[in-house]
T-cell receptor
């Protein structure tokens, strides 16, 4: 099992450009998440999905869109990139059992917006 | 809203014990977690504790939970250079989302 994979690993964008980050998991997990990690701020939830075809906003959704057309994939889109979106983006997946859930993380995508 | 707080840095000597502390605000959290992030990598679950437990031990790791003070700690015995990482505390909220601390960077001195 590959677990959670993310593509690309690194990307440089100019302000105003668009891009899509892809997350894939092969663990048949129901839940998937997109976080951003900034120095000294921990992880902040951007969007999440509790199943195929569903998405929901997290703590910092503005400027991002997501889609979960297939259970194993969760896409994060930046329609018009801004320097404030320079960050490391992590995808995670989980399959909650009762109230306990372990989230499995991908290796991250480093995005630099100039 | 819910909040999780941690110190940003901890420096210890190799071979000593490391104690990483965390405070949280949501008293209804059922589970509390410790994740480890090594340089350039994603986060991995280290251990978790159910809220009706006071302590959980797993080899060199000891988790202590004080529900009254909403205080969680992670003790790493005999700290090694391979323990250098950022350690994140997290609590589950009422929607089963995780609320994350900012992470504590553990620095090992030789």
């Amino acid at each position: 099992n590959a677990g959670v994979t993310q593509t690309p690993k690194f990307r440089v964008l100019k302000t105003g450009q668009s891009m899509t980050l892809l997350c894939a998991q092969d663990m048949n997990h129901e839940y998937m998440y997109w976080y951003r990690q900034d120095p000294g701020m921990g992880l902040r939830l951007i969007h999440y999905s509790v199943g195929e075809g569903t998405t929901a906003k997290g703590e910092v959704p503005d400027g991002y869109n997501v889609s979960r057309l297939k259970k194993q994939n969760f896409l994060l889109g930046l329609e018009s990139a801004a320097p404030s979106q320079t960050s490391v983006y992590f995808c995670a997946s989980s399959s909650p059992r009762g109230s306990q859930e372990t989230q499995y993380f991908g290796p991250g995508t480093r995005l630099l917006v100039l | 809203g819910e909040d999780v707080e941690q110190s940003l840095f901890l420096s210890v000597r190799e071979g000593d014990s490391s104690v990483i502390n965390c405070t949280y605000t949501d008293s209804s959290s059922t589970y509390l977690y410790w994740y480890k992030q090594e340089p350039g990598a994603g986060l991995q679950l280290l251990t978790y504790i159910f809220s009706n437990m006071d302590m959980k031990q797993d080899q060199r790791l000891t988790v202590l939970l004080n529900k009254k003070d909403k205080h969680l700690s992670l003790r790493i015995a005999d700290t090694q250079t391979g323990d250098s990482a950022i350690y994140f505390c997290a609590e589950s909220d009422s929607n089963y989302q995780l609320i994350w601390g900012a992470g504590t960077k553990l620095i090992i001195k030789p």
